[in-house]
C-alpha cells in the first residue's frame, strides 16, 4: 500500500513538473548584440516563430546574414526526446528534443550522412520573456581514403 502511495505522488509531482514548462509560443528576435556565434559570421537578425503545445513543439524562423541574404528553416517533433525525421539546410537527418527542466530544452540534430551535429539548449526566462540559446555544431571532415583499385 505504501509503494502505491509513493508512486502516486511521484507521479502527480511529474505531472505537476510538466505542467509548469511555460508555453514558448509567439515570436522571438534575436538579441545579437547578446550572441556569440563561434567562428561564424554574427547574423544581422534572428526572427523564430514558436507553436507550443506541450509536447508538441514547432519552430521556423529566418536568419539574414551581414550581407542581408536571407535563410529559413523550419522544424516539427514533439519533445520526447525520441529522433524524428528532418530536412534542414544541413540535408536529411534526425532530431530530438528533450525537456531538461520546465525552463530548458536541448535539441540534437545528426544529419543522415553522419557529417553534421548541432546541440541546442534552448531556455526561457522565469518570466517568460527571455529565451538564451546555446549552439554546439560540430562538422566532420570528410577522410581520405586510399586503396588498390579492383581487379578487371
Not at 508555453?23 to 559570421?41: E, M, P, R, V
Not at 507550443?52 to 539574414?64: A, C, D, I, L, R
Not at 526526446?81 to 525552463?103: C, D, F, M, W
Request: proline fraction near 7%; glycine fraction near 8%; charged fraction near 20%.
Amino acid at each position: 500500500m505504501q509503494v502505491r502511495k509513493q508512486l502516486a505522488i511521484a507521479a502527480l509531482v511529474v505531472g505537476i513538473a510538466a505542467a509548469q514548462a511555460p508555453n514558448l509560443s509567439g515570436t522571438w528576435k534575436l538579441n545579437t548584440g547578446k550572441s556569440t556565434w563561434g567562428k561564424k559570421a554574427k547574423p544581422v537578425s534572428v526572427i523564430v516563430t514558436v507553436e507550443h503545445n506541450e509536447p508538441q513543439f514547432k519552430y521556423s524562423g529566418t536568419v539574414t546574414d551581414a550581407n542581408g541574404n536571407p535563410s529559413s528553416f523550419a522544424v516539427e517533433c514533439p519533445i520526447d526526446g525520441q529522433e524524428h525525421p528532418v530536412t534542414t539546410s544541413y540535408g536529411p537527418g534526425k532530431i530530438a528534443i528533450k525537456r531538461l527542466n520546465p525552463y530548458t530544452t536541448e535539441s540534437t540534430y545528426k544529419s543522415d550522412d553522419g557529417k553534421y551535429t548541432e546541440t541546442a539548449t534552448t531556455s526561457v526566462s522565469r518570466d517568460g520573456k527571455e529565451m538564451t540559446r546555446r549552439l554546439d555544431r560540430s562538422v566532420r571532415s570528410p577522410v581520405a581514403t586510399s586503396g588498390n583499385p579492383a581487379p578487371s
